[in-house]
């Protein structure tokens, strides 16, 4: 399978712990994406990569989220002290963007995040 | 701040009828994006839409963009049991670096 992967699938923590989330893009992609969704709505922005370069934070991203795509291959998304807001389906996604107007995103199977 | 709105937010129908779901915003995109969604998995995307007034069709499924590319409309006909499912519009702003803009989702049950 060469589609986008995530691990964890699923995610149980405590509230204030630290939790570190996944994400393998298909191979040939350069950008790669990180939204949230929260039950009964559509998926947020966090944030986004050109290769290694992290070219855009949302609002929503607080100073206890991170994200890193250190050899622009895999990102990892960090949530240090988390909270009970946190919960949330995480998804990652990714896309090669060649100067076209536009670029499709495909989408991982996600890691839902449980914070008791 | 750039927002779709998709309409109807629920739809159950029998199987064999026709619907519409609606996506529509006051802000231009450069494409739009559709995708489905099952409970627990991520978005699959189903068709870009590109061009001002361009029309798709996937099987039994018509994706039309607006002529001045700000809305869009999914069209299933003779849905089916396996049309169930949480249908997703996303949009790409121009120069937004790509990430999408989504609507918040229409849950569509089609019953035997």
């Known amino acids: 399978d060469t589609g986008v992967s995530q691990d964890p699938r699923h995610k149980i923590t405590k509230r204030g712990q630290n939790v570190t989330f996944r994400c393998d893009p298909i191979?040939?992609?350069?950008?790669l994406y990180w939204y949230r969704q929260t039950l009964g709505q559509g998926p947020e922005f966090l944030t986004y990569?050109?290769?290694?370069?992290?070219?855009?934070k949302s609002r929503l991203l607080s100073d206890r989220f991170s994200a890193e795509r250190p050899k622009g291959s895999f990102s990892t998304l960090e949530i240090q002290r988390t909270e009970q807001g946190d919960s949330a389906m995480y998804l990652c996604?990714?896309?090669?963007?060649?100067?076209?107007?536009?670029?499709?995103?495909?989408f991982g199977p996600g890691t839902r995040l449980t914070v008791l | 701040t750039q927002l779709l709105e998709q309409s109807p937010q629920f739809l159950s129908i029998q199987e064999g009828e026709n619907l519409t779901v609606y996506c529509n915003s006051s802000?231009?995109?450069?494409?739009l994006q559709w995708y489905r969604q099952e409970p627990g998995e991520g978005p699959v995307l189903l068709v870009t839409?590109?061009?001002?007034?361009e029309v798709k069709k996937l099987k039994r499924l018509t994706f039309q963009f607006g002529d001045a590319r700000k809305d869009s409309s999914l069209h299933i006909t003779a849905a089916q049991t396996g049309d169930t499912g949480l249908y997703l519009c996303?949009?790409?702003?121009?120069?937004?670096?790509?990430?999408?803009?989504f609507g918040q989702g229409t849950e569509l049950s089609v019953k035997p």
């Open positions: 990569f050109q290769n290694e370069a992290q070219l855009e």
């Open positions: 996604a990714s896309s090669l963007s060649i100067g076209t107007t536009y670029n499709e995103q495909f």
């Open positions: 802000s231009v995109f450069s494409s």
């Open positions: 839409v590109v061009t001002g007034g």
């Open positions: 191979s040939e992609h350069n950008r």
């Open positions: 996303a949009g790409e702003g121009y120069n937004q670096g790509g990430k999408l803009i």
